[in-house]
Structures are given as structure tokens and as C-alpha cells.
């Protein structure tokens, strides 16, 4: 297959970007993108670093950040499976983006910037949910703002409400797969609903 191997080639193929599409995008929080961000509890976070890049799902039982002003916002690093793959890239680089998504909306808001994580006893502590802390906490500092085109969503029937899960496969059936049976399957997947309530702070 041919390789598109510069910009100029790529844009012939597309023609040119709506005005709408351009003007979309600022440096900071207008009050209608802060309405937006504080009403999401789900974002994608992607970074990037040495090793490659990441994407990771993060969620909360209310806004996913807190803004602190107008271009920096805070996410709380709530329990996971300690991989530490976003941490360990904002480390290293420092490069974000977020895509914050809100049920029942096929509109997504856009932020990137940089990032750095953070250990401060102060602000962990105003994270506290349950008589638990975050272990760190994320400060985006934001570059750029912008609404994403809905099409994605709508082609994809996202918030349809149809349930389209009969046959997926589990996580229990997916960990007993490549690991030929030594760790996951039913027990594993069993476990998980309470393994997950109990480690969900």
C-alpha cells in the first residue's frame, strides 16, 4: 500500500477545516468549557513517553478534575492496578491530553498541555473519599481547549442504550487466554465485583 509521506500530500485528500473548527480552540477555560469538564466524570487521559504512549480511562462519582483556575486542573490518581504507565510517562515528559466525555452527549471536550505529578500532603488530603487518599495527584496545566466533532460518537451509537455485550469475551476469559489457564478465568472474574468495591478509593 502507498505511504502518505508528508502534510501537503495528506491535506489534498481532505480539502480545508471549517472556520468553526479553528476558532473552537483557546488557551483556557471559557465558563461554558469549565460547565462542560466540572460535569464529566469520565476522561481519557493519553501521555506520552521513552516507551511509547498510553491511554487510560479515568472515572469518579463526580467531575473527574478539579479545576484550579482557568488553566490548570487537578486528577486525583485513585487505586488502580499499579502499573503506574500514565505516572511513569508524566515523569518522564509531561505531555497530556485528556478527552472528557459526559453520558447521553455525543460532543467531547478536548485538553492538552503538560503535566507533572504530585505527592502534596495538602492537596491529597482534600481528595479524601472513604478515610482515603489518592497517592498522588496530576496537575494539568492546559495548553489548549476544544470541542470534538460528534460524529464518532453518533456513528459508533455510543450512548444508544443498546446492550451489545452478549458474546464479549471476559477479562477472567481474556488473563486465562494468554496466560494458558495459570491466572483468571471464572474465579478471577467471580472476584472481581467485590476485589473492585473494596479498592474502589
Do not use: H
Amino acid at each position: 500500500m502507498d505511504k502518505i509521506k508528508d502534510v501537503a500530500a495528506l491535506e489534498t485528500l481532505y480539502g480545508t477545516c471549517s472556520p468553526a473548527s479553528l476558532r473552537k480552540v483557546v488557551d483556557q477555560l471559557t465558563p461554558l468549557y469549565r460547565k462542560w469538564i466540572l460535569t464529566s466524570k469520565l476522561c481519557m487521559l493519553t501521555t506520552v513517553g521513552p516507551g511509547g504512549t498510553d491511554d487510560s480511562p479515568r472515572g469518579d462519582d463526580g467531575p473527574v478534575v478539579r479545576i484550579l483556575d482557568p488553566k490548570t486542573l487537578a486528577m486525583p490518581d485513585w487505586r488502580g492496578n499499579n502499573r503506574l504507565d500514565s505516572l511513569r510517562n508524566i515523569v518522564e515528559d509531561g505531555r497530556v491530553s485528556l478527552m472528557f466525555l459526559v453520558p447521553g452527549s455525543n460532543n467531547v471536550v478536548r485538553v492538552n498541555g503538560t503535566a507533572y505529578v504530585t505527592d502534596d500532603a495538602e492537596l491529597r488530603a482534600s481528595f479524601e473519599k472513604n478515610a482515603r487518599q489518592p497517592a498522588t495527584v496530576i496537575i494539568i496545566n492546559i495548553a489548549e481547549v476544544y470541542g470534538q466533532c460528534a460524529r464518532a460518537l453518533m456513528r459508533a451509537g455510543t450512548w444508544s442504550g443498546k446492550d451489545e455485550s452478549g458474546d464479549l469475551p471476559s477479562f477472567g476469559d481474556i488473563l486465562a487466554e494468554i496466560t494458558s489457564g495459570e491466572v483468571g478465568g471464572a474465579p478471577y472474574d467471580a472476584a472481581w465485583p467485590a476485589r473492585a468495591e473494596e479498592s474502589m478509593w
